[in-house]
Nanobody, 121 residues
């Protein structure tokens, strides 16, 4: 059974930082693209960042470029999202996802349950 478990969310003041983690089990994690999505109330779920199976390629949404960094540790079956210079508009539920066997096409098959990030002004 595939499981993706996010952690690291919480409440932070504007300008602060958080690091989200995504612990994976039940799949060959090192062969899959990993993505981080977020969804605010009343809005669509958007792709924030993605990283290829071998960390050779990354993607960032325009709103987070220069502030967020995606990474992964395949030996630990874990993905990360370092979020710096947080803004109130970053407030959302954040989800990690995995998919795409050795591709980088942002097509995800597996999803975590989400972790809440709240940024106060």
């Amino acid at each position: 059974q595939v499981q993706l478990v996010e952690s690291g969310g919480g409440l932070v003041q504007a300008g602060g930082s958080l690091r989200l983690s995504c612990a994976a089990s039940g799949l060959f994690f090192s062969n899959y693209e990993v993505g981080w999505f977020r969804q605010a109330p009343g809005k669509e779920r958007d792709l924030v960042a993605g990283i290829s199976w071998n960390s050779g390629r990354t993607y960032y949404g325009d709103s987070v470029k220069g502030r967020f960094t995606i990474s992964r540790d395949n030996a630990k079956n874990t993905g990360y999202l370092q979020m710096n210079s947080l803004k109130p508009e970053d407030t959302a539920a954040y989800y990690c996802a995995a998919g795409g066997w050795k591709t980088f096409e942002h097509q995800y098959n597996y999803w975590g349950q989400g972790t809440q990030v709240t940024v106060s002004s």
